[in-house]
């Protein structure tokens, strides 16, 4: 298979991948099993992070996405996360969870193949 749809990874999609792998390790959080939700994720934070300039949580509903931004509060690592680990994303998982995998590092190439 060529190549070629991985030479131009998204600058935040990358971003969003070192922040979510160094965000794990800090807080002693997996990744999911499921490859694809974890890409998922990422991939709306990244988007997000390209429209309003910060990685506002992709799994909620916003009716206003500009003020929730500056509101800063569904930011991630939104203030639930932070406080108490709670991530509904499931990005960031507790190491019993169910769909907790062993990995803290994710490689940006296998994410967007997993959602292709
Ligand atoms: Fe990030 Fe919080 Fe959304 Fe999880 S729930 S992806 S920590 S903003």
Same mark, same amino acid.
């Given at each position: 298979m060529s190549n070629s749809i991985f030479k131009d990874i998204p600058e935040n999609f990358e971003a969003m991948c070192k922040f979510s792998e160094a965000y794990a390790k800090k807080t002693g959080t997996y990744f999911c099993l499921d490859v694809s939700v974890t890409a998922v994720v990422i991939e709306g934070l990244a988007k997000h992070k390209d429209i309003y300039g910060a990685p506002l949580c992709p799994c909620r509903h916003y009716d206003d996405k500009i003020k929730e931004v500056s509101n800063a509060?569904?930011? =991630?690592? =939104?203030v639930p996360m932070r406080e108490r680990k709670e991530c509904h994303c499931m990005l960031f998982l507790a190491? &019993? %969870? &169910?769909?907790? %995998? +062993? +990995?803290?590092e994710i490689e940006s190439k296998d994410l967007i193949k997993s959602i292709q």
């Open positions: 509060y569904w930011n =991630c690592p =939104c190491k &019993e %969870s &169910e769909f907790a %995998s +062993n +990995n803290q």
